[in-house]
Nanobody, 126 residues
Framework: QVQLVESGGESVQAGGSLRLSCAASGPSFSGYTMGWFRQAPGKEREFVATISWSGGRTYYGDSVKGRFTISRDNAKSTGYLQMNNLKPEDTAVYYC???????????????????WGQGTQVTVSS
């Protein structure tokens, strides 16, 4: 079983930047697709970004394209979400999750992800 711990969430002003981290432990992180999802109060969980186990493929939700960048360092068993030009509508709890191992298809659907972190709060004020 993979354990995931997110960090890096905090309160920032609109236009600011944050980098979220997702530290993994357990079976080899390098074989898992890693995704970021978010959930705002009263809203459904939303896909943010995902990266294949090799790091060669990345996908983004429409609302974050061009502002967020997902990456991973398999040697450190850690994934990242760099968030730039933050907007108040980015306010949410951000979760990392993994799917796999060694999936051919990179999913953007939360139900396909097997293991989840506890989440980290990001608050963007105007």
């Amino acid at each position: 079983q993979v354990q995931l711990v997110e960090s890096g969430g905090e309160s920032v002003q609109a236009g600011g930047s944050l980098r979220l981290s997702c530290a993994a432990s357990g079976p080899s992180f390098s074989g898992y697709t890693m995704g970021w999802f978010r959930q705002a109060p009263g809203k459904e969980r939303e896909f943010v970004a995902t990266i294949s186990w090799s790091g060669g493929r990345t996908y983004y939700g429409d609302s974050v394209k061009g502002r967020f960048t997902i990456s991973r360092d398999n040697a450190k068993s850690t994934g990242y979400l760099q968030m730039n030009n933050l907007k108040p509508e980015d306010t949410a709890v951000y979760y990392c999750a993994v799917d796999g191992p060694f999936n051919v298809v990179v999913s953007v659907t939360s139900n396909d992800y097997d293991y989840w972190g506890q989440g980290t709060q990001v608050t963007v004020s105007s």
